[in-house]
């Protein structure tokens, strides 16, 4: 984002802060007020322990902090924070209910929402996580090939047999398999008929690219940094250079759990967004918070795999090193955590141009019955000074200089020359 | 026979079988009365039915044709007043001898004897065949002659009107044997027991018995000639080793089994 | 050499050392050249650690074995206990169900004929095609677990039993006819102890499929339990916790077993 839209987006921002907080009456202004009154009474929350999923990466830190820094304890909820063995685990479980609610992929609640991996359920989106932060890692053998970047790729892969090279993502409609196909098809590269597309869990990437098995993969941090420290492979390209901002994971939950547990559903969001903002404050927060999810019940590694990139320490094991101007952020001023409509549409498009769904669905219909602006912005009421967004749409722009701001999802999902 | 003397009839009994190749008839139109107190061997070679006779009698299965009566009462079940004392000895290795004759006297005397009554019924059985030194052993513990000891142990103790011994003692070697003939002949004298033996033993047939019946050879096997052995008793078989009535017995079932009914190969 | 009641006491010790030194020696033998090919095998290969390095973090693991640091990360000890409590409820169901159904299979043909194309279907699917299965139909991770041990541990429990009934000589049967004994009686007094040794067989293979089965179960499921601890240090690649695993698991189930074999010989009447 530049400075100018920044300065609008804060201005108008507080504008609707305050418009919000009028129609709430004038004595509820001060967030403290706010807190102690809703933790109270007939805004108490239904359930007051919420079992939250988590998958072992980088991003789950928002949820972990808002349980380890007691961010939940200040709205009336206590968080557990439930390691999952993989995000198909994930989906049954909150399908069943087994979980109150889980850190997951964008791309698999609105998968599951159309019956796509997955068996249909109504489900709902209470806030995004974190942007950024993913990456696609090729493997030592390409770069000793000469292959280094998505142009030298695309002459490897021409120059062999279609099947050679395997290409690894974490889940059929998650963010990881999207960012991996605009990534090789944008280098000219049909993800399914050129090469071979598959869904492995993290470590079983690491170790197959380790003994020679994967060419490449996309997946969430600590993973990309892993594979350069046990000099296995290098990264090709990040998440943010594929899409600056992109919307990774998600708060997601079941229609049914937020309609049943409107108080939990608004506290629980409270809590995640309060320990995001805290995240990213400083870079003191965000180093405590590497050495707290580093810990065996959480991501277990060490620390040092996790903290560079987090801090936006980059080097991508090609002895490119930088500061990323875009590295993983869990709250940006709020414009991590909106629910876009756009971003969970952009899903949408996505998988029709693979070839998921077979129709066009009803884009915008479908985002606002999963994007629950509505418990998110009486969450973002009662943390307090969170910048509200004007509109349910952002506008952004792709690698590949496409922009994307929800409009005409359908002409969006066939407008690219290579799909399924 | 006289028929409150008959303890057991057999009464034109035929038995014949389904096999895969059509319809075998083992007996044929057999016809015998054993008398109370009476000891009746059947001989034969192997095939002739002899086991097949002994079922019916037991009650194990049904005849085909004919009747069955035990004290004028058609048999249709087997039963302890008819106990059976098998080859394999039958007893149950996870018991010992002790609890395998329990096992028969509790229940064929449940609510006829006190506790005390049957520990000492089972113990008299046992000392009958002297066995008593090893009521607490198991049948893994003992040797064959032993165990069939206590087989007939547990039938003696049913108190049934007829011992029914199949082949009793054909696993065990002579010497065995010779102990165990000892301890029915023993049993004969002291109890007076009707008893039914098959063998195909022919001394032990003629020293045991009052009356040998030998079986022709099936199919369609009958009973082909019964000899009365008149031997006085208490038998002793040294004794008899010189008697020339014991040896034209003998001769007469030799015969009978090896010149008139030699076995089919 | 054996001891009887006349041997004397220095020569009874001199003989047991004996006897314990013949078993004793090949099997650490054995141990040890497993050891050295392990060392070859990590020495050669890029990653997989040697004996030494698994055994630091071995003694990192076992050293507090019973600590709890929160519902995601508890101590080793906690692992193994957990994967038992499922083992033992899934295996226990499995006994429950597969020992009467065994029995009426070996006793009554009709039910044989009408059960055994069905066991032949189900016998050989793997634990991991019957879980998502679990999962349908419980809704909840905890019974399809069980639910996973249950299904693919009661074949043996089944099998054996039948095999046991179909097994009793014909003799013992005739002896319950000849007594006139009831069905029940017949079932409790001869049936079942004459089936005794299969069945215990049958648990004793049942509960070794239990004891793999979980270790896959968990792995999918999550939770606390010695699988799911496995796919945790999977995912951090410490390939040295991965073998200390592996080797706890087998002892476990080791131990299980000759659990199994001392009660067995307890049970037995078979002196031949």
Redesign the interface.
């Known amino acids: 984002m530049t400075q100018n839209d920044k300065k609008t987006f804060g201005e108008l921002s507080r504008r609707r802060f305050i418009a919000g907080s009028v129609a709430l009456g004038g004595s509820m202004m001060m967030p403290g007020f706010i807190n102690s009154v809703w933790a109270a009474g007939s805004d108490a929350p239904e359930k007051k322990e919420l079992r939250v999923g988590f998958i072992p990466l980088t991003d789950c830190s928002s949820v972990v902090m808002a349980a380890v820094k007691k961010f939940d304890e200040k709205y009336g909820i206590k968080i557990i924070p439930v390691k999952e063995s993989s995000w198909a685990s994930v989906r049954d479980k909150l399908v069943s209910g087994e979980l109150d609610a889980a850190h997951v992929l964008y791309g698999l609640v609105y998968g599951l929402q159309l019956g796509v991996s997955g068996p249909q359920h109504d489900m709902a989106m209470l806030m995004t996580l974190n942007n950024n932060g993913q990456a696609i890692t090729l493997s030592n053998q390409l770069k000793q090939a000469g292959v280094t970047d998505a142009e030298s790729l695309k002459k490897a892969v021409d120059a062999s047999d279609k099947g050679t090279y395997t290409f690894a993502q974490t889940f059929p409609t998650g963010t990881h398999a999207m960012w991996l196909y605009y990534w090789l098809a944008n280098a000219g590269i049909h993800p399914f008929d050129d090469v071979r597309n598959v869904v492995v869990p993290p470590p079983q990437m690491v170790v197959n690219m380790k003994i020679g098995n994967m060419s490449g993969f996309c997946v969430g941090e600590p993973w990309n940094q892993r594979a350069i420290q046990d000099d296995i492979g290098y990264t090709a390209i990040t998440s943010q250079e594929i899409w600056p901002d992109h919307p990774e994971k998600i708060l997601g939950t079941t229609s049914a759990w937020v309609a049943a547990n409107p108080n939990s559903a608004r506290a629980l969001t409270a809590a995640v967004l309060d320990a995001s903002r805290w995240i990213d404050t400083s870079d003191a927060n965000r180093i405590e918070t590497a050495q707290v999810v580093a810990a065996r019940a959480y991501i277990n590694t060490p620390v040092e795999t996790i903290q560079g990139r987090m801090l936006g320490n980059y080097d991508n094991g090609l002895g490119k090193q930088w500061q990323d101007a875009h590295s993983m952020r869990f709250f940006n001023d709020g414009a991590v955590n909106y629910p876009y409509l756009s971003d969970g549409m952009w899903f949408l498009t996505q998988h029709k141009r693979w070839g998921l769904i077979d129709t066009d669905p009803d884009y915008l219909a479908i985002a606002r019955k999963i994007n629950r602006t509505d418990v998110y912005k009486q969450a973002a009421t009662a943390v307090g000074g969170i910048n509200l967004p004007a509109d349910d749409m952002r506008t952004s722009t792709l690698m590949d200089g496409k922009v994307w701001n929800g409009s005409n999802p359908a002409e969006y999902a066939n407008s690219f020359a290579m799909k399924r | 026979m006289k028929n409150d003397q008959a303890i057991i009839r057999v009464q034109n009994v035929s038995q014949s079988f389904q096999t895969a190749k059509g319809t075998f008839l083992a007996l044929d139109n057999v016809s015998f009365d054993i008398a109370r107190g009476e000891t009746v061997s059947l001989i034969g070679h192997s095939g002739c039915g002899k086991s097949t006779l002994l079922n019916l009698i037991?009650g194990?299965s049904r005849p085909t044709q004919g009747v069955l009566l035990c004290d004028n009462q058609e048999l249709t079940?087997?039963?302890?007043e008819?106990?059976?004392v098998?080859q394999?000895h039958?007893l149950?290795?996870?018991?010992t001898t002790f609890e395998n004759v329990a096992?028969?006297v509790r229940?064929?005397f449940k609510g006829q004897m006190s506790k005390g009554e049957m520990q000492e019924w089972i113990m008299h059985n046992l000392e009958l065949v002297h066995m008593d030194h090893a009521a607490d052993k198991?049948?893994?513990?003992i040797s064959g002659g032993m165990k069939q000891r206590v087989g007939i142990a547990r039938a003696l103790a049913?108190k049934p009107k007829v011992l029914l011994m199949d082949e009793p003692f054909g696993a065990l070697d002579a010497l065995t044997r010779a102990h165990l003939q000892d301890a029915v002949m023993e049993i004969q004298v002291r109890l007076k027991t009707t008893i039914l033996l098959i063998t195909h033993d022919v001394d032990e047939a003629v020293l045991l018995s009052d009356r040998v019946m030998m079986m022709t050879n099936g199919p369609a096997a009958k009973v082909g000639e019964v000899l009365q052995v008149e031997l006085e008793r208490p038998r002793s078989r040294v004794a008899l080793a010189n008697d020339p009535l014991f040896h034209q017995y003998r001769q007469q079932v030799l015969q009978f089994l090896y010149e008139k009914h030699q076995a089919v190969v | 050499m054996t001891i009887n009641s006349k041997t004397s006491g220095g020569l009874q010790i001199r003989i047991a050392v004996q006897n314990f030194m013949q078993q004793a020696i090949p099997a650490l033998l054995g141990i040890l050249i497993l050891v050295a090919i392990w060392q070859i095998a990590a020495l050669s290969s890029k990653g997989f650690p040697t004996p030494l390095k698994t055994w630091e973090a071995a003694k990192v693991v076992f050293a507090e074995p019973f600590y709890i640091d929160g519902p995601n990360d508890m101590g080793i000890g906690w692992n193994v206990l957990a994967s038992l409590k499922r083992v033992v409820i899934g295996f226990g169901m499995a006994a429950l169900v597969g020992i009467p159904v065994g029995f009426l299979i070996g006793r009554f043909s009709f039910i044989a004929s009408m059960l055994n194309p069905i066991i032949s279907l189900l016998r050989p699917v793997s634990p991991l095609a019957w879980l998502p299965i679990g999962l349908l139909l419980f809704q909840r991770a905890e019974p399809a677990s069980a639910w996973t041990i249950f299904i693919c541990s009661i074949w043996p429990m089944i099998l054996n039993t039948a095999e046991g009934v179909s097994r009793i000589p014909q003799d013992y049967l005739n002896v319950s006819r000849v007594l006139k004994l009831n069905e029940f009686t017949v079932m409790r007094k001869i049936l079942f102890p004459a089936v005794l040794p299969y069945i215990l067989t049958g648990v004793r293979l049942s509960i070794g499929i239990a004891w793999l089965v979980i270790v896959a179960a968990e792995m999918l499921t999550g939770g606390v339990g010695i699988g799911f601890w496995i796919w945790n240090e999977w995912n951090n690649l410490n390939v040295e916790n991965i073998i200390i695993a592996i080797l706890l698991i087998g002892v476990v189930g080791m131990l299980l077993d000759q659990g199994l074999v001392a009660i067995a010989r307890r049970f037995s009447y078979d002196n031949r």
């Open positions: 037991a194990l079940e087997p039963g302890p008819r106990a059976v098998f394999n039958s149950l290795p996870w018991l096992l028969a229940e064929v198991r049948p893994g513990e049913m």
